[in-house]
């Protein structure tokens, strides 16, 4: 079993900043992506930022330029820097693992249980 526990979201003004953690535990054998959707409400859950275990990133275009993914591998951890906030970025925050488990060697999808973030003055 895999779990991803998720922190740092919160309540922050606009143009303010904020960075989400994600970490992973339990029967992981490799990790081959790590990444951040989101889901505001009324609407359906989107691509914010992801990162394979070689580095590669890629972004929605709505965050380029403010948004950073990052990760630790060693830590099993990957990190959402979040900067010139805006209104529109205010959602539940996910993330997600694409992990090579250990009881079988299958790549398999999780997710964590959601962080909320809101932008408002």
């Known amino acids: 079993q895999v779990q991803l526990v998720e922190s740092g979201g919160g309540l922050v003004q606009p143009g303010g900043s904020l960075r989400l953690s994600c970490a992973a535990s339990?029967?992981?054998?490799?990790?081959?992506?790590m990444g951040w959707y989101r889901q505001a409400p009324g609407k359906q859950r989107e691509l914010v930022a992801v990162?394979?275990?070689?580095?590669?990133?890629n972004y929605a275009d709505s965050v380029k330029g403010r948004f950073t993914i990052s990760r630790d591998n060693a830590k099993k951890t990957v990190y959402l820097q979040m900067n010139s906030l805006r209104p529109e970025d205010t959602a539940v925050y996910y993330c997600?693992?694409?992990?090579?488990?250990?009881?079988?060697?299958?790549?398999?999808?999780?997710w964590g249980q959601g962080t909320q973030v809101t932008v408002s003055s």
């Open positions: 997600n693992a694409n992990i090579r488990v250990t009881t079988t060697l299958r790549n398999v999808g999780y």
């Open positions: 339990g029967s992981i054998s490799s990790i081959v992506a």
């Open positions: 990162i394979t275990n070689g580095g590669n990133t």
